[in-house]
């Protein structure tokens, strides 16, 4: 096999065009995880489930991504990165194509599976194949690159995943990924394969593999249902996670003296990649509660449509999509611990700003406040990510990607599933509230409903509309309660950033 080391790299229109084809391969595969999302209520109904039943099409991609992301070091030590990544872009759009046609719901939850396991291996090793195409210097600059896919497919997705469906039916948020995946496997068949990494022929370790992918489906789906079956209230719950943590110490104990691992737990003693994924890991919960739990208060209780929600929440994307490649190219010459920790501080403002919200809110300045976020988020997304990947040895680069989204994956997960639980916990604290404050012989209370009942003239719809106020306004203070949380745990990240290299050169410590 060849590496960039013994071949002529690529350079010109060449590099370009097959970056443009890694990335979009990244951006496909990270879009899916969130376009279905808005649809979710139009497939349901025209296969025949219900809402509980329809949200299995996101649960069953983010498990099946989830199984398959930490396993993607082995499988491509196995059979070469880019024959593995090529194969799994060509998959990725032949399930997607099957998720278009699906005449039943099983079926497309089928195929929607299938789709997961091959869209795990896109995320990493469109990582891993960007730093092996570009040069040590430029690793920064390629980072940035994929970077941009992270940031800005997830909030896409609901935009453009909404305006599919209104305008084309949901099958075509699934037909896109045909033409697209075909070009990228062409272009990084025929460009790549020169840079093939090299392979061997480990034992299969099966119990290895076993005891993870049971560990990890039981905990991701605790993650993906327990807020719907009430968490510890629950027994399938209890029974799941306790499965998941004992496989998890099973899979632990047997991988340390194992001679073939599925997992290379040896990047765990690299101090830098532990901290970056740990620091990237707590920043993604609070982005996701950002990116997740919004829109919703927008769509349920501001009454906005689901292409409007996306249209306010879309300037996040903007600013990462300069800043990112050029913060990655500069890394080299800047120190970037200060450099995260202004981006922290950043993002902790808008955070705080995002706590003002209130009924009165209006899109300008959500959108704006999007805007300061995108930007914060490249001053900490691309360096931690800088110093948490370059300079781990080439041979390691896919198993350290595989692991570094995997984490990332279960942040997501978790922080969807925490900031849900704790919306509806606060929502219910501050109606009680506002219920205990309201009482029927205050005058106040006895004005309002005056004035509703001469508008609606209809005591009942009067009683419905102040009922209804009083539920905007418990969601709307639980959701800024989410906002001061997330403020509060994302301060200490700044000074925790002081533990890192200054430099993404440094990065590399060898135990």
């Excluded at 990244?26 to 025209?46: E, K, Q, R």
């Excluded at 980072?143 to 599919?164: D, E, F, R």
Aim: charged share 10%.
């Amino acid at each position: 096999m060849t590496t960039p080391g013994s071949e002529p790299r690529l350079q010109g229109l060449p590099l370009a065009v097959a970056t443009l084809a890694v990335a979009l391969a990244s951006f496909m595969n990270i879009l899916d995880t969130t376009i279905a999302i808005v649809a979710l209520p139009t497939i349901s109904g025209n296969l025949g489930a219900t809402p509980s039943q329809g949200s299995w099409v996101i649960t069953v991609y983010s498990v099946c991504l989830a199984v398959i992301l930490p396993l993607s070091g082995w499988i491509t030590r196995r059979y070469g990165e880019v024959r593995v990544f090529s194969i799994a872009i060509l998959l990725f759009s032949l399930t997607s194509w099957l998720c278009a046609i699906s005449t039943g719901f099983n079926e497309l939850l089928l195929f929607r599976a299938l789709q997961g396991f091959s869209g795990g291996l896109l995320l990493p090793l469109s990582q891993s194949l960007l730093l092996r195409i570009y040069p040590p210097e430029k690793h920064g600059l390629a980072l940035g690159i994929w970077g941009i896919t992270s940031a800005v497919a997830p909030v896409l997705g609901p935009l453009i995943g909404g305006y599919i469906t209104d305008n084309f039916g949901w099958p075509w948020i699934f037909l896109i990924n045909t033409p697209v995946g075909l070009f990228c496997a062409l272009v990084c068949w025929n460009l790549l394969r020169r840079f093939e990494s090299e392979t061997r022929r480990e034992p299969v370790d099966f119990i290895g593999l076993v005891l993870l992918m049971v560990g990890v489906i039981c905990f991701q789906l605790v993650l993906d249902r327990g807020h719907e079956l009430d968490w510890l209230d629950s027994t399938p719950i209890i029974v799941m996670l306790v499965i998941s943590v004992l496989f998890f110490f099973l899979f632990l104990a047997w991988e340390t003296g194992e001679a073939h691992p599925v997992v290379d737990l040896s990047l765990f003693t690299h101090r830098n990649f532990v901290t970056g994924t740990v620091l990237l890991s707590v920043f993604f919960i609070c982005y996701v509660l950002a990116t997740v739990i919004y829109p919703i208060w927008l769509q349920t209780t501001m009454g906005y449509t689901a292409t409007w929600a996306g249209l306010v929440m879309a300037p996040f994307g903007l600013l990462p999509i300069i800043l990112m490649p050029a913060l990655g190219q500069r890394m080299r010459q800047w120190d970037a611990r200060p450099t995260v920790m202004f981006g922290i501080s950043v993002f902790v403002l808008a955070f705080y700003l995002q706590a003002w919200t209130s009924t009165e809110t209006t899109a300008g300045f959500v959108a704006a406040v999007r805007l300061l976020m995108g930007g914060a988020m490249a001053f900490v997304w691309m360096p931690l990510m800088v110093l948490t990947l370059v300079g781990l040895p080439a041979e390691k680069m896919a198993s350290a990607a595989g692991i570094f989204n995997f984490v990332r994956m279960l942040a997501s997960s978790l922080g969807t599933a925490f900031g849900v639980t704790l919306w509806d916990d606060r929502t219910i604290f501050h109606r009680s509230r506002i219920v205990e404050s309201i009482s029927a012989d205050s005058p106040q209370y006895q004005q309002a409903m005056e004035l509703l009942s001469r508008q609606l003239q209809d005591p009942q719809a009067a009683l419905a509309a102040m009922e209804r106020a009083v539920s905007i306004q418990a969601r709307t203070l639980g959701l800024d309660d989410i906002f001061y949380l997330g403020s509060a745990i994302l301060l200490p990240l700044a000074f925790i950033a002081w533990l890192l290299p200054a430099h993404g050169t440094a990065a590399e410590t060898t135990p």
